[in-house]
């Protein structure tokens, strides 16, 4: 009867521990499917993003990514079943600020830079018990007109819509921050 009672609790022991981490083919299709959308979201913003700077440059791009960014987010959450967010350590808009989950992977993918590491994306169970997805976002050099050292005009316009703007001084190469998902099954 013991070693029944102990077998029982062995078992409901390793259920519950499993219910909190991962499998590793749990960890490969979420990466997968992260990264997959991941490709989306620079499809979808930044196709849109040089349109408008192509026909209208950084003064038209600067508004219609204030109007669409986070539209644009929302649509693409809906096609996939998921929650998609970007957030920085150094916010242009207070929409995007980042939760606790979030702020702790910005403070982790930070110091392994400081420490000359590679990042990558990391798939781990939160705590509301939702699978989450998070990649760094780095900038190149098609940022920087909005993220760099940008022009006195650029700075009054950004100011103009985003007055607590903490996001620009960045180089080719800096994480700008990460792309957040949430599966939602
Ligand atoms: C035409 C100007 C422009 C360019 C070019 C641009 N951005 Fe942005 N970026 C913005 C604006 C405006 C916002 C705020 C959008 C919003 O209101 O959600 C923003 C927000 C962000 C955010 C969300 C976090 C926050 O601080 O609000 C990230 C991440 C980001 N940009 C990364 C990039 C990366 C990476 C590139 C290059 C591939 C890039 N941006 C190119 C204007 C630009």
């Known amino acids: 009867m013991k070693t029944y009672i102990g077998l029982i609790l062995l078992i409901v022991l390793q259920v519950s521990c499993k219910s909190d981490s991962l499998s590793d083919k749990e960890i490969k299709v979420h990466t997968i499917k992260g990264k997959e959308i991941g490709q989306a979201v620079l499809t979808k913003l ?4 040089m349109q408008q700077m192509k026909s209208g440059g950084v003064k038209k791009a600067l508004p219609f990514c204030n109007v669409a960014a ?4 929302k649509e693409l959450s809906r096609t996939h079943n998921v929650t998609i967010k970007r957030t920085s350590h150094k916010l242009r808009n ?10 702790s992977i910005l403070k982790q993918y930070l110091a392994s830079i400081s420490k000359g590491e590679k990042i990558k994306p990391i798939v781990k169970k939160g705590q509301n ?13 098609k940022c920087l007109a909005c993220h760099g050292n940008v022009s006195k005009q650029t700075d ?11 996001a620009t001084g960045f180089k080719d190469g800096d994480l700008r921050g990460i792309l957040s998902v949430t599966f939602n099954d």
Do not use: R, W
């Not at 986070?70 to 987010?73: D, E, N, R, S, V």
């Not at 009054?156 to 903490?166: A, F, G, V």
């Open 156 to 166: 009054s316009i950004i100011k103009s819509l985003y007055p607590n703007d903490k």
């Open 129 to 141: 018990g939702k699978v989450h997805f998070y990649a760094p976002m780095k900038l190149n050099n």
């Open 70 to 73: 986070i539209p644009l987010t």
């Open 46 to 49: 930044g196709g849109s993003l």
């Open 94 to 103: 207070q929409n995007n600020k980042p939760n606790l989950e979030e702020e």
